[in-house]
Structures are given as structure tokens and as C-alpha cells.
């Protein structure tokens, strides 16, 4: 081949390489035109386990994992398992130090089923019920994040000596989706500090015996991308532990500054400066800390998302292609019942043919599931070959938080599997539902 031959052929396999930011970092471009995670190819994979699957990179997830750690060595990471919760990923974060952060008595519940050490889990929610309290307190977890006036009384009634912390809505929009904006004042979510709730439910947590109050905790919302933001909440945070220490001279030694770190879902989208977030983050709360005289709080980050979006991909079987008058519809063999976050939020995805190569041009197309809706779709306006046809498989990337979470069984369609891919081993994880799956509830004729 000669040089001239040779560059727009390299060209061609640069412009076929999957986008660093938004793939596992294992991805790897195949002879066939494939790509494989974990040393997995994605065909093989969907050969094996059917589709739709979710792809889980375990080498990515513990990247991550190593990442936070790195960066914030003296603060503790608390995974949020609402993004994505199996006993092997609670296993991952246990052997990576992580500590754990649930939402209700059915998470503990595989927190609990996988080993993982009850004092280092968190209890969240702002409407825990009695089943989520009691199971909270027969297993000891660590730290409960009370977040109503009722909750405490609940809490005081069956605690002993509980480690608390207020749950603050510290009045800080993180500049994201309304649905998840949890910062901002008039809200489901913690005690208001503009109003003086939060200082409230301070005076009725230290006037229950049952609960001794560590800290404080806000959380400001999920695909948070400006580190100013979380700069602001943590210097609010820092004036009520002052505010505190002036009404009733305690010192509480916690702060919890939440989870919420964007992740890029499309390639060029910029990743979480979290070596600044670092830096500014503690330093703000330093600062605050040192020109009130107040020790520094230990502080603790909940991450979910930006864990193990990255780790996950999701393998679809294209069913049919459709010209619509304007568009062309290519409907794949899952849909909002394993991605409801387009629905939801209007997310955007990155879709890429896999399990064989193409030479033919890309053409705009629209990804959508096969739900009984016009709305469920995976991606808009997105490239893929213009020979694209039923049969193909299709790969999602960045579908590892808030997929397999939030997945339904919407139109009777069972969940997918998850399967987990290792240094070249795959291993089922989650098996797929099945019709008898679906039918286990249905108990009365
Ligand atoms: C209290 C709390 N902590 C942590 C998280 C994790 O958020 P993310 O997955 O965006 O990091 C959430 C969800 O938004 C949350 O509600
Ligand atoms: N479910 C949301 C995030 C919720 C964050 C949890 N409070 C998403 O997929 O983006």
C-alpha cells in the first residue's frame, strides 16, 4: 500500500475508534470491525446472552472507584447505589474501600445479601417507611440521613443511640434537569437552611434520646457539572455547622456534601473536574472552617452515576428499519423499559453498529425501542451506516447508571440480563426475566 493509499485508510479506522470519553477505557476496535469490553467482543456477548444485554466493565467501575480515592484521599466516598445495585458491584466497592450509600430496606437488603459491612452504610430517602427504618435498625447500619420531622420522631422511637445527619436543602441550583435538581429551595428533599427548618430539625433530632446527631448532609442534584455550584453549597454547609456549635456548642465532626458529578453521555461532552472539585471543594470548607474557628469536618462525597455510567453498554438486535416521510425509524429489541432516561429527561446517546464492519456512509437515523409509545426512543438523529437492516446489533454506550436501576417491565417485556465483562471473561451477574418471571406475582384468576 502506498502512503497515499495508506492515510485515508487510517483515517477511516481513526474515525471508527469509539470515543474515548464515553466507552470503557478496555474498548477495543476488532479485525472484523467488531468491538469487544473486557476483552469481550460485543457479538459474542449478545451471541451468548441474548438482547438486549447490559455490558458492565468490572475494570472500569474499579477505575473509577481508584480515581475518587486518588483524588480524595482524605474524604470518604460513599457509592450511591440507586445508579446501579448488584451483589457483585457491592462487592467491588466494599474491596475498593467504598463505603455505601441505600435508599430503602430493598437495598440494604442487597448491601446485606453481598457482605458488605453494615456501619459503613448510609440510609437515605425523604420518605422512608417503617419497613425501610426497622430493617435499617435491625442491621446497624452506620449513618441514617433523616429528612422529615416525622422521620425523626419514627427514628427516635426505635433507635438507640443512632448516628444521624440532617438532611439540608442548602438553596444552590446545580444547573440541571428540573427532575433532578434537588438543591433548590421548595422541595420534596431535606430542611430548608433559608428558612431555618434545617435548624429545626436540628433542636428535634438533639431532643431524641434515641438519635445522636454527627452531621450534616445536602445533596444538590445529579448531573452537576460546575464545581462552583458545590463550592457554594459546602460554604453554606460550613455556616450551619457554625450556626450549631453558637445555639447548642456542639462540634458536629460530619459532613456529607452528596453525589451528583456529571458524566459526559456523548463524545466531546466535557468529563467531572474532579482534581478541581478536589481542590476548590476542600478548600472552600477549610477556609470557611478556619475564619470561624471550627475544626474541619470530616468530609464524605456520594458518587453514583459518575461510578459506573462509563462501565455500562447496552447490546440491542435491530428489528426493523422504517422510512418514515422525514426520518428513518431503525426499532431495536428493547427500549424505554431498560433506558427510561430519554423519556425522562430527554437524555441523549451515542449509538454505534457492532458485530460486523460497513463501508457504507453513515445516514441520520432515529434509534427507538418497541414500546407501545411515540416517545420511546433511545437516540435521535444519530449516524449509523446507511445499510443498516434488521438482524444488526447495535451497541449503547454509557449505560451503566440509571438503566438496569430504573429498568420496568412495561408492556409485559422482562428486564434484561447484566452480564459483567473481565479480562476477557464474561459472567452473568443478573439472568434476563423470563414470561414465567413476569407471571410469578400474578397470584389471583
Ligand atoms: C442523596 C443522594 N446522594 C447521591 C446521589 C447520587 O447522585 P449521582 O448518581 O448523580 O452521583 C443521589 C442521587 O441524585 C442522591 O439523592
Ligand atoms: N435517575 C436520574 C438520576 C437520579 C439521581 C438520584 N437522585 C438519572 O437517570 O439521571
Not at 81 to 110: H, N, P, Q, Y
Not at 115 to 142: C, T, Y
Not at 214 to 230: E, K, N, P, Y
Request: aromatic content about 4%.
Amino acid at each position: 500500500m502506498t502512503l497515499a493509499e495508506l492515510i485515508p485508510s487510517l483515517r477511516a479506522s481513526i474515525d471508527r475508534l469509539p470515543a474515548a470519553e464515553i466507552w470503557p477505557s478496555s474498548t477495543r476496535l476488532t479485525p472484523t470491525g467488531d468491538l469487544a469490553v473486557g476483552g469481550v467482543a460485543l457479538a459474542e456477548l449478545a451471541g451468548r446472552f441474548g438482547t438486549p444485554t447490559y455490558v458492565v466493565d468490572e475494570a472500569q467501575v474499579r477505575a473509577n472507584c481508584r480515581a475518587y480515592r486518588r483524588a480524595l484521599p482524605d474524604v470518604e466516598i460513599a457509592y450511591a447505589g440507586k445508579a446501579f445495585l448488584t451483589r457483585a458491584m457491592v462487592t467491588w466497592i466494599a474491596e475498593e474501600g467504598l463505603s455505601l450509600d441505600v435508599c430503602s430496606a430493598g437495598e440494604l437488603a442487597v448491601a446485606l445479601a453481598a457482605g458488605f459491612p453494615a456501619e459503613r452504610i448510609i440510609l437515605h430517602g425523604n420518605a422512608k417507611s417503617a419497613d425501610d427504618l426497622k430493617a435499617a435498625m435491625q442491621a446497624g447500619v452506620g449513618r441514617v440521613v433523616v429528612d422529615s420531622l416525622d422521620e425523626v420522631a419514627q427514628l427516635g422511637a426505635l433507635a438507640t443511640a443512632q448516628p444521624v445527619l440532617v438532611r439540608v436543602t442548602p438553596g444552590v441550583d446545580g444547573h440541571t434537569h428540573a427532575a433532578i435538581a434537588t438543591g433548590v429551595e421548595d422541595q420534596k428533599f431535606g430542611f430548608s437552611l433559608a428558612s431555618g427548618a434545617a435548624a429545626e430539625a436540628v433542636r428535634h433530632v438533639l431532643a431524641e434520646p434515641g438519635l445522636r446527631l454527627v452531621g450534616l448532609h445536602c445533596h444538590i442534584g445529579s448531573q452537576v457539572g460546575r464545581v462552583a455550584d458545590f463550592e457554594l453549597a459546602a460554604r453554606r454547609m460550613v455556616g450551619l455547622l457554625d450556626s450549631v456549635r453558637a445555639e447548642h456548642g456542639m462540634t458536629l465532626p460530619q459532613l456529607n456534601l452528596g453525589g451528583g458529578h456529571v458524566v459526559p453521555y456523548l463524545a466531546g461532552e466535557a468529563d467531572f473536574d474532579l482534581h478541581g472539585f478536589a481542590d476548590r471543594v476542600r478548600g472552600a470548607v477549610n477556609y470557611e472552617c478556619d475564619r470561624r474557628g471550627l475544626p474541619a469536618p470530616k468530609l464524605t462525597v456520594e458518587p453514583g452515576r459518575s461510578l459506573v455510567a462509563r462501565a455500562g453498554v447496552t447490546l440491542y438486535r435491530v428489528v426493523t428499519v422504517k422510512r418514515g416521510t422525514s426520518r428513518t425509524f431503525v426499532a431495536v429489541d428493547g427500549g424505554m423499559s431498560d433506558n427510561a432516561r430519554p423519556a425522562l429527561y430527554g437524555a441523549k446517546y451515542a449509538v454505534r453498529l457492532v458485530g460486523r464492519g460497513s463501508r457504507v456512509p453513515d445516514a441520520p437515523v432515529t434509534v427507538v425501542g418497541r414500546h407501545c409509545e411515540a416517545g420511546d426512543v433511545i437516540a435521535e438523529n444519530v449516524p449509523l451506516p446507511g445499510d443498516v437492516h434488521a438482524g444488526d446489533l447495535l451497541a449503547v454506550p454509557c449505560t451503566g447508571a440509571y438503566h438496569h436501576s430504573l429498568a420496568s417491565n412495561y408492556n409485559m417485556v422482562g428486564r434484561p440480563p447484566v452480564v459483567a465483562v473481565h479480562e476477557g471473561t464474561p459472567r452473568l451477574l443478573v439472568r434476563g426475566e423470563t414470561a414465567q418471571d413476569l407471571l410469578a406475582r400474578d397470584i389471583g384468576l
